[in-house]
Every structure is written in C-alpha cells, then in structure tokens.
C-alpha cells in the first residue's frame, strides 16, 4: 500500500528503540497528588471542593470555567490539602488542588452506556464531563473540537497515530495494548458525523501497530488504517490532513474548515473511557526515556503524579543528568525541576545525561536553504528569523511568519547552529499579542461608540 506523506520534512534520530517494546506499567500514584487548574487550552477550571473535603477517585474536583475549558478529577481517593499555587513543568504557576492520597483507591459510581442508545448531544455531554482534552499537547477541549460550526460538512476523522517525535512511544504501546478501545473510541466520534469516515493514521515504522490495526478494522465500512512515510513532523495536525487526504490548510483556519478532525491516540482512548464507560479521564500513558535514563519505560499514570516519581519507578537516571524535557526532543520544553506534576498534556520525560545543543556555537548563514528544504510551510525560515531578531514584525508577517507551525525542522537542519526556531516563535508571540490588543481595542471603542449613539 502506498505510503502518504507531505512535501518537505525531516529524518531526526528516532530513538524509539529504547522503549518502544516496553509493555505498559502502572505507575504508583504519589501520597501528595496535585491537579493545576489549567490543564487545556481556555480558562482554568473552577474548583467545586474544599480544604478538609474528603474526594473520591474518579470525583469532579473542578468544573470547566467557561465554553473553552475543561473538568478536572481526582486520579486518588483522599483529602484536599489545600487549593494553592504550584509549580508547572513550564516553570509558570498555578493554582492548584492538593489531595493527600489514602492509598484506599475508593471510587465514586460510574455509568456505562451503550453508545446505540446515546444521542449525538448526551455523546457530546459525557465528553464533556469526562474532561476530555487533546493528549497530543494542544489540550483543546475534545468536545469543542467536535462541535463545529456545520458538521455535516466533516468527511473525515484522522486518529493521530503518527508520533513523529523522537523517543515518544506511548501511542504505538496504546495502539497495540488498547486497539479495540480505540476502534470503539473512533466509533463514537463517527456517530457524530454522519457523512464521516475514520482513519487511523500511522507511519510506518510502526509495522507491528499497523498490521494490528489493519486486523482489527478488518471488514469495517467507515473505518480503515492509512500507512504514513516516516517523516518529521508528519504528526502535525495541517501535515497529516495534508498526507491522509491531500487537503491544505494555513494558520487562519481550522481542520473542520477543510472537512477534518484530527484526534491523538490516547484522545480517541479518553474519549470510549468517557462515553463507553463513564469514567473521566484520570490517566494516561507516557514514555520515560532518553540516554539518562536506567530503564527507559512506558508507563501509565495517575495525574497529578510527579515527573521525579516517574524517573525513580523508571530506576532512576544515569549519573547526572544535564538535559530533562517534557515532550519530545523537537517540540518539547527544558525543565528545570522534576517536582511538579504530570497532566493531561504530559506525554514524555526525557532525560539526556549530556546536552550537546548548549554548547553548540552558533556562526553565520551560509545561505544553503537546508531550513527551508525542511520546512513543511514551505517558508523561507532564515529569512524570517533576521526579521525576528531586528523586530521587524511587519516584515516577518508580510512573509507569512505565522504560518510557523514551531516544529523545529529548521534549526535542526541549519548547519550554522542558528536558533532558527526560537527566534520566529518569540516574534510570532509578540505579532500575536499586538493583534489581539488592537482587537481588544477596536471591540472596546465600537461598544463606546455604540453607547454614545
């Protein structure tokens, strides 16, 4: 079978080899577990307990605080320590839910449902209820993600089963250990779209995962499994349209704009879980790998768990390590600590006992297109960065700099060592943040305007 994919791209060291044959292990949860209340995209959720109340595995501890947001549950059974600010992997601060776990695992009352018997919107409420976000880092909530202004117009479903990042394996761990949950999973997203087809998606270097989910799918109309070449960032949401269905899409539109919807693995997962079984989403799957890493491992976890008790269940690190990431090597982020916890968007911990990129010395552009080559926006990111680095925001968007997706092909292909990527994420930052000003600014003297008649 053919083998699709997207014009441009890049072939980083995979490093999947370290964990990819791991089997799944449950990660004990911590005695102090801790639940940020922003833990997708919109705003923080709003706590509905108490200091001295006593929760429930499985119990709403915090609802959505508006459309675009999301509820929170407790993985643990215990009590709230206190509602305090906490430190993210990002660095940030956040209040936060601290629930001293009793180690009793008691659970509140789950409903299970079949989904024959559920309409389109009590599908969409347990989704909802569930808190549901996508797991592949955006953390948009799934059930505003599969409200979209005309539905009928939706032919296509993708689960993301690609996982282009380096080092990641927890999504091929889940295909294979959790294949018919997700076939069920992408079933209930399907019976929201009438006009819809579902396709798991996965590259090819995951063969054990596509013979699997090719037997599993078997005979099914509104199902199949579309092989991907593997390429970075073949997983990013335009790329994998592009490559599944040959439709392009730019910063200014949504999937749903070209007929998509595009879902993680451990989403479509998260979302039977929900709809399926009525349990919220508590856990997730990730991988903890990297040179510095004694056993580098795939492990399901209770949120609100540590990223140091993940290291220690993964027997520690080597030595001592210079480099912990949060994601993957291309898109995730530096983290100063290990004490903070994982959420609904923690995929993997990375830990690299050298870090060779701080001493990377950086010299000049010798013009040889490589990170234009890789780019799969097809921008000219050498360019874009000289405009980034003098301020010159006009400039940087007149040369469509915001379709920067941030995936890093760039400063990995530069043989200059220019840190390409950084310097159009910080000037796509500060274009961004000007532009929602001046709307705030224009929203604000048209209802003065209107006020005075």
Same mark, same amino acid.
């Given at each position: 079978m053919r083998k699709r994919t997207f014009k441009g791209g890049i072939h980083p060291f995979e490093g999947k080899e370290l964990s990819r044959e791991q089997k799944t292990v449950m990660l004990p949860a911590?005695?102090?577990?801790?639940?940020?209340?922003?833990?997708?995209? +919109? =705003?923080?959720s709003k706590p509905v307990v108490a200091k001295g109340d006593h929760v429930l595995r499985g119990q709403l501890i915090a609802e959505p605080g508006g459309f675009v947001?999301?509820?929170?549950?407790?993985?643990?059974?215990?009590?709230v320590k206190t509602i305090e600010p906490r430190t993210l992997a990002t660095g940030g601060k956040c209040m936060s839910v601290i629930i001293e776990n009793d180690g009793k695992e008691e659970e509140t009352e789950f409903h299970p449902a079949s989904l024959e018997t559920l309409t389109k919107d009590e599908i969409l409420q347990r989704i909802r209820d569930g808190g549901v976000v996508g797991m592949g880092g955006a953390g948009f909530p799934t059930a505003v993600k599969l409200t979209p202004k005309n539905p009928d117009k939706i032919d296509t479903v993708i689960v993301n +089963? =690609?996982?282009?990042?380096?080092?990641?394996?927890s999504d091929f761990r889940r295909m294979l250990e959790d294949g018919e949950a997700l076939v069920q999973g992408l079933q209930v997203i399907l019976k929201l779209f009438d006009n819809a087809k579902g396709y798991f998606a996965i590259e090819d270097n995951k063969p054990e995962a596509i013979a699997h989910m090719q037997e599993l799918t078997r005979g099914m109309d509104r199902i199949s499994v579309v092989p991907l070449k593997t390429k970075y960032p073949q997983g990013g949401e335009r790329t994998i349209i592009k490559a599944v269905t040959g439709r392009e899409l730019n910063s200014r539109m949504l999937p749903a704009d070209v007929g998509a919807i595009v879902d993680n693995v451990d989403t479509v997962y998260s979302v039977k879980r929900a709809v399926l079984d009525g349990m919220p989403?508590?856990?997730?799957?990730?991988?903890?790998?990297?040179?510095g890493v004694k056993n580098p491992q795939n492990m399901r976890i209770h949120l609100g768990t540590s990223y140091a008790s993940a290291l220690k269940a993964a027997g520690g690190s080597v030595g001592t390590p210079e480099k912990y990431i949060s994601g993957g090597p291309m898109?995730?982020?530096?983290?100063?600590s290990l004490d903070v916890p994982l959420v609904k968007g923690s995929s993997c911990l990375l830990v690299f006992e050298k870090d060779p990129v701080s001493r990377l010395q950086e010299t000049a552009c010798i013009n040889c297109c490589r990170c234009s080559a890789g780019c799969p926006e097809h921008l000219l990111p050498a360019r874009l960065a000289d405009f980034a680095a003098r301020g010159d925001l006009p400039s940087f968007e007149k040369y469509h700099g915001l379709e920067c997706v941030e995936c890093g092909s760039c400063s990995w292909s530069c043989p200059a060592k220019r840190p390409l990527t950084q310097l159009m994420k910080s000037a796509r930052r500060q274009l961004l943040a000007e532009k929602k000003k001046a709307a705030a600014k224009a929203k604000a003297a048209g209802k003065a305007a209107d006020k005075n008649g």
């Open positions: 911590d005695e102090e577990m801790v639940f940020p209340l922003s833990q997708s995209i +919109g =705003a923080p947001s999301s509820a929170i549950h407790s993985s643990v059974s215990g009590t +089963g =690609a996982e282009c990042e380096p080092y990641l394996t989403l508590m856990e997730r799957i990730i991988t903890v790998t990297g040179d898109m995730g982020f530096s983290m100063y």
